[in-house]
């Protein structure tokens, strides 16, 4: 069964940084791509940053320049290193993961359980 766990979330003034944890747990499955939705209240849930098995990335624009995201694949790991903080940028965090299981290769999607992150102006 796949699992993941964010941590790093919290309360943060404009200009502040903070850094993302997400770890996946688990056995008999390779995990290919990684990334990070956000959602604000009232909002929809928005696409941050992506990370493929091969290190590409991809960010929304409202983060470019700002947010960096990275992985550890041997450990199923990925951070979301997030600077000049805004408070746009708050939201609650949730990290997935996109794999297949070995066993009859089908393909699953899991998500986190959302870590806050709040911006104070």
């Known amino acids: 069964q796949v699992q993941l766990v964010e941590s790093g979330g919290g309360l943060v003034q404009a200009g502040g940084s903070l850094r993302l944890s997400c770890v996946v747990s688990?056995?008999?499955?390779?995990?290919?791509?990684m990334g990070w939705h956000r959602q604000a209240p009232g909002n929809q849930r928005e696409l941050v940053a992506t990370i493929t098995d091969a290190g590409t990335t991809t960010y929304v624009d409202s983060v470019k320049g700002r947010f960096t995201i990275s992985r550890d694949r041997g450990k199923n790991w990925m951070s979301l290193q997030m600077a000049s903080l805004k408070p746009e940028d708050t939201a609650d965090y949730y990290c997935?993961?996109?794999?297949?299981?070995?066993?009859?290769?089908?393909?699953?999607?899991?998500w986190g359980q959302g870590t806050q992150v709040t911006v104070s102006s």
């Open positions: 688990g056995s008999g499955f390779r995990v290919n791509a």
């Open positions: 997935y993961a996109r794999g297949y299981y070995y066993d009859g290769m089908n393909d699953f999607v899991k």
